[in-house]
């Protein structure tokens, strides 16, 4: 079992900056793949972000490319999301996810929530205009 805890939300003008975190409990957090996603009110969960074991491999929606970054430290069983030139429509809820399961980095198994096991409750981030 795996408990994932998100913070760092909060309110922030557009073109502004948000760092997010993601801590884990328990061990084994290095042999899994994380992931963040953001639920928008009345809309679906969408696919933001995903880093491998390694650290090294990751990907991200197209909508966040260039101005979001993933990452993760081990050593501290968290995962990080740093969120650059927001805008209004970054606004959600979001989540961290954790997979032991193993794809190609670009495989669409990442963009889809329920190939992950284990989320997070999620923390808000509100882009003001």
Known sequence: QVQLVESGGGLVQAGGSLRLSCAA???SFSTYTMGWFRQAPGKERDFVAVIRQSGDITNYADSVKGRFTISRDNAKNTVYLQMNRLKPEDTAV??????????????????????????GQGTQVTVSS
């Open 25 to 27: 409990s328990g061990r």
């Open 94 to 119: 979001y989540y961290c996810a954790a997979t032991r399961n193993t794809y190609y980095i670009g495989s669409s198994a990442y963009t889809n929530g329920p190939t992950y096991d284990y989320w």
